[in-house]
């Protein structure tokens, strides 16, 4: 199973759909059952808009690599962008948006790491038991 990897795109919600799209039916080509390839699909939205809502004040850039790790039955995908957390209004909470929680649900295992030049969320879901 070959990875996905798109590297540079525009961080624009016009982009964050067919994204979605492509990596739901990715998904279910690595062998995620329906539901197992809906929560990717969720997941991986929630991060993408993260990066348009929060990464840049006004335009930049992300990076999303979907892998198939046969050997270890598990897929993983990557949203990295390269700006730094811009809250979406005076008085808003770094913390308080409903999507981290969210993909830390959808997700087998999430971990968002943060730093000073972007920020990447990485995201695994188990292909063990499902029906391919």
Known sequence: ???LRYQRVRAS???LLALRDELAGWGRCAGLGS???QALALACYEAMANVVEHAYAHSGEMDVEAVHFAAERRVQ???TD???WVPLGLGADVEGGRGLPLIRRLADEAVI???DIGSVVT???STAGESS
Do not use: F, K, Y
């Open 1 to 3: 199973m070959p990875a």
């Open 13 to 15: 919600p016009g982009e």
């Open 35 to 37: 539901d197992a390839a």
């Open 77 to 79: 995908v990557t949203v």
């Open 82 to 84: 390269r700006g730094s």
């Open 113 to 115: 790491t943060p730093s």
């Open 123 to 125: 995201m695994s879901w």
